[in-house]
C-alpha cells in the first residue's frame, strides 16, 4: 500500500517555471517505478515522464515536455519531483504523480497502482 501526495502546483506565467513533489509512504518506495501524468479538463489523462525504480537510472519523457521537464527521485525522503521550466499554457492541468511496484518505468497509465490527488497548475499567457 502506497499513498501519494503531490505538491508545488501554482500559478506562472507563461516561461516561468515551477518544481512538484509527490511523497510517499510505504518502505518499498525505493522499488518503485514513479511516473507524471496530468489531465486537462475535457481531455484525456496525459503521460510525462516516468523514472524506474531499484535498480534505478532509467528516465522516460512524453515528446511535448523533452527539454522543459526533469524528473527525479530521492528515495532517502521517499519523493519524487518533476522540475517544470518554460512552461506553456498549454500546459495548465491537473498533475498527479503515480506509483508501479514494477520496477520498469512506463508510459501506461494501467500499469500504475498507486495514484495520488493531483496538485492544479495553471499558467497565463
Known amino acids: 500500500q502506497v499513498q501519494l501526495v503531490e505538491s508545488g502546483g501554482g500559478f506562472v506565467q507563461a516561461g516561468g517555471s515551477l518544481r512538484l513533489s509527490c511523497g510517499a509512504s510505504?518502505?518499498?518506495?525505493?522499488?518503485?517505478?514513479m511516473g507524471w501524468f496530468r489531465q486537462a479538463p475535457g481531455k484525456e489523462r496525459e503521460f510525462l515522464s516516468a523514472?524506474?525504480?531499484?535498480?534505478?537510472?532509467?528516465?522516460l519523457y512524453a515528446d511535448s515536455v523533452k527539454g522543459r521537464f526533469t524528473i527525479s527521485r530521492d528515495n532517502a525522503k521517499n519523493t519524487v519531483s518533476l522540475q517544470m521550466n518554460s512552461l506553456k499554457p498549454e500546459d495548465t492541468a491537473v498533475y498527479y504523480c503515480?506509483?508501479?511496484?514494477?520496477?520498469?518505468?512506463?508510459?501506461?497509465?494501467?500499469?500504475?497502482?498507486?495514484w495520488g490527488q493531483g496538485t492544479q497548475v495553471t499558467v497565463s499567457s
Open positions: 503515480a506509483a508501479d511496484s514494477n520496477w520498469l518505468a512506463t508510459r501506461q497509465s494501467r500499469r500504475y497502482d498507486y
Open positions: 510505504g518502505r518499498t518506495f525505493s522499488s518503485y517505478a
Open positions: 523514472i524506474s525504480g531499484t535498480p534505478g537510472g532509467t528516465t
